[in-house]
């Protein structure tokens, strides 16, 4: 690891603050930052808008091969279209969000994604670095990371968090969230687990701050 060209992942299930931790520490060591969900999302919006069936394989596969994904990865301003759509708002909707974990199982869409994924990263970490966020950032796409992260925190703080912010039904929130940290867990291909070398943060209890602070000193001991 030279100069600023770090690359961290962080993995973790939903609402466990991994996109508000991620892009702070983006932000705090001068680095770029990947939202793979967007990517996830992004694709799912595609699978949407051209009337697909997100259970079916093949199409799914082939619209998220034709999609051009456009990423951009400031953590102070990220975004992402699809065909020169932006769809940052679009990607959060109750409709991408019920199907994202079909397509996200999907061998082939990984595939693509991964590959793409790899090629920003490869970018980033020659020049400013990088902080990844998603689910299979430390066991697939990048398990030379500097530092692989796993952020936890308990089901009833994670529905509550999702809860709060984006102003749904906590019982409905937590009832989602379950149904796909089940499908992202338990899914053949890349499921959301543990890294080897990873170290786990249970952010339940700890503010933002502390855990931008931990992985920042954590950063700065793997690097003496
Ligand atoms: O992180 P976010 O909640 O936006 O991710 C949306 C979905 O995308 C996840 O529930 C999961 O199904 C999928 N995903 C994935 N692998 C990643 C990132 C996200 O399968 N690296």
Do not use: C, F
């Amino acid at each position: 690891m030279a100069g600023n060209s770090v690359v961290v992942a962080v993995d973790g299930p939903s609402g466990s603050g991994k996109s508000t931790v991620s892009r702070r520490l983006a932000e705090a060591l001068g680095a770029r930052y990947l939202d793979t969900g967007a990517m996830y999302r992004a694709v799912t919006w595609a699978v949407l808008r051209a009337g697909v069936d997100p259970h079916d394989a093949d199409t799914v596969a082939k619209v998220t091969v034709e999609a051009a994904l456009t990423i951009g990865t400031d953590p102070a301003d990220p975004h992402i279209a699809v065909d020169g759509e932006n769809v940052d708002a679009a990607i959060r909707g109750a409709e991408v969000t019920g199907a994202v974990s079909v397509v996200a199982a999907v061998p082939a869409v990984r595939q693509h994604l991964v590959s793409r994924q790899r090629e920003i990263i490869s970018a980033a970490s020659a020049a400013a670095g990088i902080v990844v966020e998603g689910r299979d950032i430390g066991t697939v796409v990048a398990p030379d990371a500097d530092l692989k992260v796993y952020l936890t925190a308990s089901a009833a703080e994670r529905a509550r968090r999702r809860s709060a912010e984006h102003e749904t039904d906590l019982a409905v929130t937590q009832e989602a969230l379950s149904r796909r940290d089940h499908l992202d867990s338990t899914r053949a291909v890349d499921p959301l687990t543990l890294a080897e070398g990873a170290v786990t943060l249970d952010t339940t209890e700890l503010g933002i701050d502390e855990v931008v602070a931990r992985l920042v000193e954590m950063l700065e001991r793997s690097r003496t």
